[in-house]
């Protein structure tokens, strides 16, 4: 707080814009932390909420159940591959990886085995509470905590760029170390692992690194193989970040479990969901209440963000090509506005998120200082984008149309020539 730059007030947003309290207009490139997909103050869903606020506000969720929860529930079960039909109700995108690790601990000990033992991947980031820092110690922030978190196994996240090889070990040589030090570890630790935890196809806060769907797929055949649990979390991949509905849905691959958050609810209100197979729902069912999960929260499944989450995946639905278009939409102004800066570098798209590196003798990382002042400029330019280090990315709301998204990359271009 001694050296922050004081924050910007915002009066009302509308659309792919923020204005500010001075009168300003600010595209949002980022859709405010990757939670807005329809643009902001959506007008259905504020009057979804405001219908459902004078129904039913909120009301305990152990015990009692109402429509909003339970017409959620059927449209993302339906929406998800077969064998995952069951969700646990949280309000955060960490609570509702905290709620998989519990789950994945508990099924194991429900069968009478004690499985302490997971694997997740350098880079990885899950959420800030205890346990989420736990299965994210491969991203850069914990250290100061780490006498608190148990501890994982690490693996090498292969990622993915246009100019794969360049440089480096070409995708398939990472893919294959990726998946040789996973048999490692299995190997050496029988019948310990109780899961496998990634961000499928796209590790957010570690800089929008992509892996191929190949790997997804080797990662389900080595879970079933052996007998491990394969949770996705796709708190920042879901409701159509990546060009498709899930990651799961656009890579083929199911896990057993899944986390939602972020997009949810369109932006609107904290709602989580982690959805699970019924394999692991069966492992919680016995006459005595022993293989119970005691997990639950004050606002479990509340009633507003159901509404929200509703409304927002009907325009989902109402909406796709916009997320499914944007991919191309990304190719072809990256080639127009940035083809001349050579000081980019790993250039990278995955359906509404285009990323590259720029190259600084800093060296490619979270705490590179560019990124605090090209964040600085790129307000000064009208833009919300604001750097993973030196990576800048752009994953706006859907609705922001060919004409603004052009701007976000025209302020790239101007800002890259005046460095
Ligand atoms: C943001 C994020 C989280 C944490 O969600 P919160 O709602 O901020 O707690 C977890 N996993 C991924 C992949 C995320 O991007």
Sequence with gaps: MLTAEPPLKVRSAEGAYLELEDGRKILDCISSWWVNIHGHAHPEIAAAIYRQAQELEQVIFAGFTHEPAEKLAELLIEALPEPLSHMFFSDNGSTAVEVALKLAFQYYQNQKETRRKFIAFEGGYHGDTVG????????????????????????????????????????????????????????????????????????????????????????????????????????????????????????????????????????????????????????????????????????????????????????????????????ALHRKLASYYLAGHKSLKQRRFCGTIFACEIESPEGDHYFNSLSAVLKKRFIEKGCLIRPLGNTIYLMPPYCIGEEALSKAYAAISDLLSEL
């Design 132 to 327: 989420s820092m736990s299965i994210g110690q491969g991203s850069p922030f914990w250290k100061k905590f780490s006498p608190l978190l148990f501890s994982i196994e690490l693996i090498p996240f292969p990622c993915t760029y246009e100019d794969n090889g360049e440089g480096g070990d070409s995708i398939e040589i990472k893919e294959k170390l990726a998946i040789a030090a996973i048999k490692k570890v299995i190997a050496e630790n029988k019948k310990q692992v109780a899961a496998i935890c990634i961000e499928p196809l796209v590790q957010g806060a570690a800089g929008m690194r992509m892996c191929r769907p190949e790997f997804l797929r080797n990662l389900k055949e080595i879970t079933e193989e052996n007998d491990m649990l394969l949770i996705f979390d796709e708190v920042m991949t879901g409701f159509g970040r990546t060009g498709d509905f899930f990651a799961a849905t656009k890579s083929g691959v199911c896990p057993d479990m899944l986390c939602l958050s972020k997009g949810i609810t369109g932006g609107f209100l904290p709602l989580s969901v982690t959805v699970t197979s019924n394999l692991v729902f069966d492992a919680f069912l016995d006459s005595h209440g022993e293989k119970t999960f005691y997990h639950g929260h004050s606002y479990t499944a509340n009633p507003l963000a159901c509404a929200a989450a509703i409304k927002s995946w009907q325009l989902l639905n109402e909406n796709k090509e916009q997320f499914q278009t944007m991919e």
